[in-house]
């Protein structure tokens, strides 16, 4: 936990990500994260000597990533010296919220009184940008993390298993904890109604289903300035901060911007300001017209996708609300509404952008390539960890054909792979409410 007021370490207390590629391989033995990755690029040459891992404190936002840990100069040297030793371009690999890092790194590093490599220097030093899982509008899991310090994992423990969780940490510490990682409120929805929906319509609602998706906080009972009537995700920020300390609200709204540009104007000015560098919507990708971006994610997954509320009766918690456990109905898991992703990431998140967003002219001005590779959640039932084909959020960095598609980018093949869509994220993303200037 951070302290709250600076973002930064408490007094007396100093955490640090681990660095290496053996911090990235195993979270613990046998639970591996980038292993077979590593392992795969080895067959190609890549050691050590020519790659490199650029793990950072996820708890930290982006401003004191570089503040405390000069994270972001690491990186700029880190490529430059691959690029001067190789005489070749870089290929940068970014996985999940690593992604928004890495977006905001693209701005900081040309940025003049920041990265100061000028307007040339990603497409002078970067051939490619892989992007896998990448939640680039956020996870909506994190809004009940940072409002009632619960996520659907929590919430569907049984009564025993959550009284000895609350043993350890009640929900309104979890809360505490969450606001103090200024990091995690990065993953809150970006994009807003535009993008997840109004009271009655969102882009990704289907067919069969018979409450849209549109209003992301819902509440049984409205009748109280605790449950108010249903929210959107525009509102449902709007509420979040009103029942927040100053603390965490000055943090957020000093720190991230979640909202969307309509204009080729607004989109430049905001390229100066780095409370929008995390944000897609409102800034644009560098004039690098010889990049390639690879948007490589899983879907057909159930994920989080908007939630039930009520008010909380425990006379020992000092929230307002939890989520309402005790409705199970079709798409509604314990008061979890389940929706279309890759089981973390919901799939506007991890599609929008590549499938269409980065396609409109004011948010891709050098018309950078962007090619887009879904693969369908299919795992193996014997496999704890999903087998070979899992679209899973984690597990699918031991994906055989994700791994073969990172070998053709990083072996110089990436022009021959082609786009492939198995889900419906490009009839979603033609009823989002963002569209080109003409």
Known sequence: MLDKLTGLDPPGIKLRAAQGFDAADFFITGYWIWSKILENLATLGYDPSNAFTAAYDWRLSCEKLELRDHYFTRLKAHIETGFRTSGEK????????????????????????????????????????????????????????????????????????????????????????????????????????????????????????????????????????????NLTVDESHAYLM?????????????????????????????????????????????????????????????TERSYWYREDRDPTSKLNVTIDTTLTNGDIDRGVVMGEGDGTVPLMSNGYMCAKGWRINRYNPAGVTVKVYEMPHEPDRFSPRGGP?????????????????ILRVAGGKGSHIEDNYVSNIREYSERVQIHDEG
């Open 90 to 229: 870089v290929v940068l690999i970014s996985h999940s919220m690593g992604s928004q890092v890495l977006f905001y790194f693209l701005h900081w590093v040309e940025a003049e009184a920041h990265g100061g490599g000028g307007p040339d220097w990603v497409n002078t030093f970067v051939d490619s940008w892989i992007n896998i899982s990448g939640s680039m509008l956020g996870a909506l899991k994190g809004y009940p993390a940072v409002l009632s310090g619960e996520m659907k994992d929590t919430a569907q423990l049984n009564a025993f298993a959550v009284y000895g969780l609350e043993k350890f940490l009640a929900k309104h510490e979890r809360v505490e904890l969450f606001r103090a990682m200024p990091g995690a409120s990065s993953m809150l929805p970006i994009g807003g109604n535009a993008v997840w929906g109004n009271k009655t319509f969102a882009p990704d609602d289907s067919k069969n289903q018979t409450v849209s998706y549109g209003t992301f906080i819902n509440f049984k009972e409205s009748n109280s300035t605790q449950s108010p009537a």
């Open 389 to 405: 084909n899992t679209g899973d959020h984690v597990d699918i960095l031991g994906r055989a054909s994700l791994n073969d598609l």
């Open 242 to 302: 009103e029942n927040s300390d100053t603390w965490y609200r000055d943090q957020v709204q000093s720190t991230y911007s979640y909202g969307v540009a309509h204009s080729r104007a607004e989109v430049e000015r905001n390229g100066k300001d780095p409370r929008k560098w995390m944000n897609p919507l409102e800034t644009r990708l560098p004039i690098a017209p010889h990049l390639k971006i690879y948007c490589f994610y899983g879907v057909g997954k159930r």
